[in-house]
């Protein structure tokens, strides 16, 4: 059965080869270094990062981590409403930010 194919068949298979990378050269978006949300924006599910966000602090808030990593903070750093790693990040530069200055 081997023997019997002809060079037709390799140049078939490699046409089909040229057409699928120009289809992902041209159709597919690229990802590399995007962000989650920068993902839900290309793919047009919106929101779909910040409902896990969500999520994963309520989970946080009913097994008691948010209030366990409370608790472990020294006095005057943190807040406690800050729910996402963002809000957290923005916290503890501002709480960086003022050790600096020195107040």
Do not use: C
Request: aromatic share 10%; proline share 3%; hydrophobic share 45%.
């Amino acid at each position: 059965m081997i023997a019997g194919i002809s060079y037709g068949t390799y140049l078939l298979f490699g046409f089909l080869t040229l057409i699928g990378a120009a289809f992902i050269w041209f159709f597919v978006p690229e990802t590399k270094r995007l962000t989650l949300e920068e993902m839900d924006v290309i793919f047009g599910s919106e929101g779909t990062a910040q409902a896990d966000f969500e999520r994963m602090a309520e989970i946080n808030r009913e097994i008691g981590l948010d209030a366990l990593l409370r608790a472990s903070l020294p006095s005057g750093h943190g807040d406690a409403r800050a729910e996402t790693p963002d809000e957290k990040k923005d916290v503890l530069h501002h709480e960086e930010a003022k050790e600096v200055k020195g107040e």
